[in-house]
T-cell receptor, first 112, second 115 residues
Framework: GDSVTQMEGPVTLSEEAFLTINCTYTATGYPSLFWYVQYPGEGLQLLLKATKADDKGSNKGFEATYRKETTSFHLEKGSVQVSDSAVYFCALMQGGSEKLVFGKGTKLTVNP | NAGVMQNPRHLVRRRGQEARLRCSPMKGHSHVYWYRQLPEEGLKFMVYLQKENIIDESGMPKERFSAEFPKEGPSILRIQQVVRGDSAAYFC?????????????FGDGTRLSIL
């Protein structure tokens, strides 16, 4: 079945550091790919998405590019802030399906 | 513009009791999804509903769990005879479904604790 693998956390960075959170997927066909963010005690918020190969999703300084050849959708940000501290989930959705398949999440802590 | 509303935010039940979790989708959204998040895990799909119809329940445990989305009122996830292993955060999401693969908008979840 379809699956998503994220890098193990937790990740701890200093403010203004560069962030990469790796995400790879296993799926048939051409799924849509998503990054969601979960702040403490809250639900998931859509951060960005990409629906086809080579698409780049971006939002709030975060970016991720849909790489079909490496089945990856790594999340990057050039300069993190304390307010970026949260858990980040990579997810996929197959065309014709309404199920989101999530990775286990990566907890990010940004220190001042 | 209210988002997805879930209640209660926290629910405590003793083993053997029933738990009812409610979800009101965003205005204009006709599709509801339920996910379960176990501690230190990602979210796992449970069920997908439209008004008065269960579309996909492939992630629902075979026993004790049921879901509905009536014509009027919120969607309900019902867990009968709860056990300790049911302790988790249950998230509801909704989407408008006017096109394929619309992003799902999540509520803040119900955290269920079983004593």
């Amino acid at each position: 079945g379809d699956s998503v693998t994220q890098m193990e956390g937790p990740v701890t960075l200093s403010e203004e550091a560069f962030l990469t959170i790796n995400c790879t997927y296993t799926a048939t066909g051409y799924p849509s790919l998503f990054w969601y963010v979960q702040y403490p005690g809250e639900g998931l918020q859509l951060l960005l998405k990409a629906t086809k190969a080579d698409d780049k999703g971006s939002n709030k300084g975060f970016e991720a590019t849909y790489r079909k050849e490496t089945t990856s959708f790594h999340l990057e940000k050039g300069s993190v802030q304390v307010s970026d501290s949260a858990v980040y989930f990579c997810a996929l959705m197959q065309g014709g399906s309404e199920k989101l398949v999530f990775g286990k999440g990566t907890k990010l802590t940004v220190n001042p | 513009n209210a988002g997805v509303m879930q209640n209660p935010r926290h629910l405590v039940r003793r083993r053997g009791q029933e738990a009812r979790l409610r979800c009101s989708p965003m205005k204009g959204h006709s599709h509801v999804y339920w996910y379960r998040q176990l501690p230190e895990e990602g979210l796992k799909f449970m069920v997908y509903l439209q008004k008065e119809n269960i579309i996909d329940e492939s992630g629902m445990p075979k026993e004790r769990f049921s879901a509905e989305f009536p014509k009027e009122g919120p969607s309900i996830l019902r867990i009968q005879q709860v056990v300790r292993g049911d302790s988790a955060a249950y998230f509801c999401a909704s989407s408008p479904r006017d096109r394929n693969n619309q992003p799902q908008h999540f509520g803040d979840g119900t955290r269920l604790s079983i004593l």
